[in-house]
């Protein structure tokens, strides 16, 4: 085994794993955005910690909330395909759209958080921590998408020394 390729390999997989934990603690979370007079997430809005009713569902959050949840799903399911297929020489093609899959999964979360962050920028005194986990997890699974990339690349290469 080459260092270089266990160690791209075990980046990309923290990447993915740590953008996944952040994103399942942001989308239930109510602490997205901070006003003066309240609290609010992508499910709830509560004027303290036990007074909360439902958010209302506006075009935008509900675009928010498709894309944070597809998000999680493709960079989920990416990342199980990219760590179970990566030591396979045989299935160095799943591990390729794998790494798609994880991009794919930035996009969703990109798309999510600028709407979010264009909906409501105006109404919000102070983001909330969520908010920052999902711009963390846009910035963890394009990171760990480049490095999968990169070890992919990496592989091929002494793939075809070998050959």
């Known amino acids: 085994m080459c260092n270089t390729q266990t160690f791209?390999?075990?980046l990309t997989t923290?990447?993915?794993w740590a953008a996944?934990?952040?994103g399942i603690s942001a989308v239930g979370s109510k602490e997205w955005t901070w006003t003066s007079t309240n609290f609010a997430g992508l499910w709830l809005t509560c004027t303290a910690k036990d007074n909360c009713s439902l958010q209302v569902a506006t075009a935008a959050l509900n675009a928010v909330r498709a894309f944070v949840i597809m998000g999680i799903a493709f960079a989920?399911?990416?990342t199980i395909l990219y760590t179970s297929s990566y030591w396979n020489r045989r299935a160095s093609h799943v591990a390729r759209a794998a790494n798609g899959?994880?991009?794919l999964g930035a996009l969703c979360w990109t798309v999510a958080m600028v709407v979010y962050t264009v909906t409501y920028s105006t109404d919000s005194v102070a983001w909330g921590l969520s908010f920052i986990f999902g711009w963390a997890n846009v910035g963890f699974l394009n990171i760990g998408g480049g490095i999968a990339h990169a070890s992919l690349s990496?592989?091929?290469q002494i793939h075809g020394e070998l050959a």
Request: charge should be positive; include cysteine; aromatic fraction near 22%.
């Open 8 to 10: 791209l390999f075990v």
């Open 20 to 22: 996944f934990g952040l």
């Open 101 to 103: 899959l994880i991009y």
């Open 76 to 78: 989920f399911v990416g």
């Open 154 to 156: 990496k592989q091929q």
């Open 14 to 16: 923290i990447c993915c």
